[in-house]
């Protein structure tokens, strides 16, 4: 095995980005990653709509995204979370006032 071939197998890897995924793209107008709708609206069972499915990783889905993209995305996300976990406090503490 040539020594290019056997660090790439050596580099660092983590489980959860070999995790598969699957992307369904429902009648070209509606996207799911994992059931969860990305992108359009929900489709009726009714109207039989075409489904493709495509199997993929998160590590594959996320080289798609710059590291600045990925950074700025996470600090978002935590910023909502705690966000909304004031909010919920703040109507516990509004609830517990009224009974």
Do not use: H
């Not at 495509?54 to 979370?81: C, D, G, H, M, P």
């Not at 966000?83 to 009224?98: H, P, Q, S, V, W």
């Amino acid at each position: 095995m040539c020594k290019w071939n056997e660090a790439y197998a050596k580099r660092p890897q983590n489980e959860l980005c070999s995790r598969q995924i699957s992307i369904d793209i429902i009648g070209r107008r509606c996207v799911y990653i994992n059931d969860y709708r990305v992108q359009g609206g929900k489709p009726y069972i009714s109207e039989n709509l075409p489904t493709d499915t495509r199997k993929t990783t998160v590590r594959e889905v996320l080289e798609a995204f710059s590291v600045q993209e990925i950074q700025a995305y996470l600090e978002e996300k935590i910023a909502v979370n705690a966000y909304c976990a004031g909010l919920r406090n703040y109507r516990d503490a509004e609830t517990k006032g009224d009974a």
